[in-house]
């Protein structure tokens, strides 16, 4: 390939529905078309709802509407979509298999995979199989985080060139630091009284994000700092269980539930303090945005989180399923606002030197032509 020629790229996915892997597509997409690449995505199953921001800025977006169980029909549907050629990037362990299973014999340049969380625990498991054999027609797999790229090793992921990790990153311009007036205009926006301090957190209700937890550490914090609040964003499968849990907790006057948002960026100006509860995380978005809005973090110290979240530098990190230990650091960082802010700060300054998109769409260009890639990054 040509060192300065535009490669055509095609981004294959599961679908679109909000979550950190489909953000960080957007957000590289939208770094190639800026390089002058031509992208185009492929949807697995249906589009979801964030592949309308891609369609309104002039990206081809096509669904192969797979269905449960073997698929023919999908699976030609995706092989005519590929055969234009050029660069194949997939997302996440069944759009790659299914994507190298599609193109069979077609004259790819390069083929791409990227892994965004940490993998099934299960590496005997019917997906994990397929995918690493799926990495026999695979130049490059990369993982998001360098605790999952040893992982995927341990689990015998062996592409043909490397298994290597590129970190995502955000566009960090779209967000602005956190501060009095914007915590105002959510406090009323929320019906909160002046005085509130709001522990946000970002993501979907599912298990894998232990927002129980967070509600029942959640609970301890009140006895502290009565005035807390607890806002989570985001949707799910657990809605009303975790409704149910709140109010068991007796927290439910204090917690807020405000669905699934698009203006992210803006809600977490208005918080005091971050929180991530997960079981399981690659490289979480959700944590890189919190950076991004200068906000100080409590995080539980799974995946590559403890990547991002530097244990009393620019937030706090806890064992998963601990909840006294999550309660105790959100009341540390609540109970010390000088020192909440300087955390804060420092976590702003490094999302905006090494969690850019554009470091990130470079490092793939690199893979895509077969050049070196630098993966060096401060701490």
Known sequence: MNATSSLRITHFVENMERGGLERAVIDLIAAQREAGHECRLVCLFDRGILAD?????????EICDKRTGADFRALRRARDLLRGGGVLHTHNAAAHYHAVLASAGLPLQRVVNTRHGMGESNPRSRREWLYRRSMLRTDYAVAVC???????????????????????????????????????????????????????????????????????????????????????????????????????????????FLGDRSDVPQLLQGLDVFALSSLSEGYSIALLEACAAQLPIVATDVGGNSEIVRDRRNGLLVPARDADALAAALTELLSSPAYAATMGQAGRQWVTHEGSFRTMASRYEALYRNAAVRLDRQP
């Open 53 to 61: 921001e891609l369609s309104a800025s002039g990206v081809s977006v």
């Open 146 to 256: 360098e605790t999952a790229r040893r992982h995927l090793q341990d689990n015998g992921v062996s592409p043909r060139s490397a298994l290597l990790s590129i970190p995502n990153g955000i566009r960090t311009e779209g967000f602005r630091a956190a501060g009095d007036a914007a915590r105002a205009r959510l406090r009323d926006e929320l019906a909160l009284a002046s005085g509130s301090r709001l522990i946000g957190t970002v993501g979907r209700l599912e298990p894998v994000k232990d927002q129980a937890n967070l509600i029942r550490a959640f609970r301890q914090v009140r006895l502290n700092v009565p005035e807390a609040v607890l806002v989570l964003v985001g949707d799910g499968a657990l809605r009303r269980e975790l409704e149910a849990v709140a109010e068991d907790e007796g927290v439910a006057d204090a917690t807020r």
